[in-house]
């Protein structure tokens, strides 16, 4: 079954740290562009960061610098550390892969940042 299953999420205080773990199975992650997205309540679901092949990552502007996407080919699994956490990072964080015609989505996984 070709499937992404997120993980990881959950509250953390503003300043802090979450990791967000992407599990695939059906497929090779290292073949497919790998992306994290989120949305937030009340606004459109925006591009968080993505990793394809040997590509450099690209990042969401508002990103850049505190969250870093990574991905073990071992385990088929893709990463989305976040640190220096800001309340506005609260959302659902949804894994995507992509390659050609195929667009797999996960669950999602809620982070949430509030003192």
């Known amino acids: 079954q070709v499937q992404v299953v997120e993980s990881g999420g959950g509250l953390a205080q503003p300043g802090g740290s979450l990791r967000l773990s992407c599990a695939a199975s059906g497929f090779t992650v290292s073949s497919y562009t790998m992306s994290w997205y989120r949305q937030a309540p009340g606004k459109e679901r925006e591009l968080v960061a993505s990793?394809?092949?040997?590509?450099?990552?690209n990042y969401a502007d508002s990103v850049q610098g505190r969250f870093t996407i990574s991905r073990d080919n071992a385990k088929n699994t893709v990463y989305l550390e976040m640190n220096l956490l800001k309340p506005e990072d609260t959302a659902v964080y949804y894994c995507?892969?992509?390659?050609?015609?195929?667009?797999?989505w996960g669950q999602g996984t809620q982070v949430t940042v509030s003192s």
């Open positions: 990793i394809s092949g040997v590509d450099s990552p």
């Open positions: 995507n892969a992509k390659k050609w015609i195929l667009d797999i």
